[in-house]
């Protein structure tokens, strides 16, 4: 029976979150951020640029599509793991939307989803709580995360955004990682591969993700091929 109270709450809340982002994101006026040169960077390798607008598509004002445009091929030579999101994105577009333009709600889709994906793996690392304590945590997170200073991040192609989106799944698996007495193995794969996303987002945030592997190996029973493949 708690465990059935458990999963009602965790789908309760898990579909609240689902909700604020659709709010936020896809409702009009769908929320975004001002882009202040930064999309380029993505957009950059294939010329697109803001659709002409009366607006000032820089700064002041968000601009939710962008199209072809030859003077505004720009090669970013950094790479980062926002690229793959942004190809998810892409992808998206070109089959539900157009391939003539690109709209920034692709990319809510993509970077709302694995939100959601963080915080759904968080409440599997909240089982190890009392029921209570479980609610109360996931409460606080939703009026902390799921409001209007960051959920519009989603709709960007800031490099922030996929830092936000897996921070609370990168924290989750590593505390699961190292507090467990011997963690899963797939607790150490997740760990592993929301920290990679998480370092390969910008790297002003790389050094939080390195800061989190020795929670891999806080309380190994032996040395395990996974502990070791997920550092790596």
Known sequence: MSGHRRNCWDLALAGAVLLLLIWQLFIPPALSVANDHDFEKILGHICYAPVETNQTPFFDYA?????????????WPMRTTNEAAFAVGWWLNGIFHSRADFDLRYMGIVYGLIFLAGFA??????????????I????VWIVVFCNAVYVPMFNT?????????TLTGALAAAAVAA?????????????????ALLAGSKGQHAPLALLCIPA???????LGGDRTLGTA
Do not use: N
Not at 63 to 75: F, P, Q, R, W
Not at 122 to 128: D, T, V
């Open 63 to 75: 601009v939710l599509h962008y199209t072809y445009d030859a003077d505004s091929c720009i090669d």
């Open 121 to 134: 793996t968080m409440q599997r690392a909240l089982r190890r709580v009392p029921l209570k304590l479980s």
């Open 136 to 139: 109360v945590a996931q409460a």
């Open 157 to 165: 192609l800031y490099f922030d955004a996929l830092s936000l989106a």
């Open 179 to 195: 507090l467990d007495r011997e963690a899963s193995w797939h607790w150490i794969a997740g760990a592993a591969i929301w920290l």
């Open 216 to 222: 891999l190996w806080m309380r190994p029973r032996r």
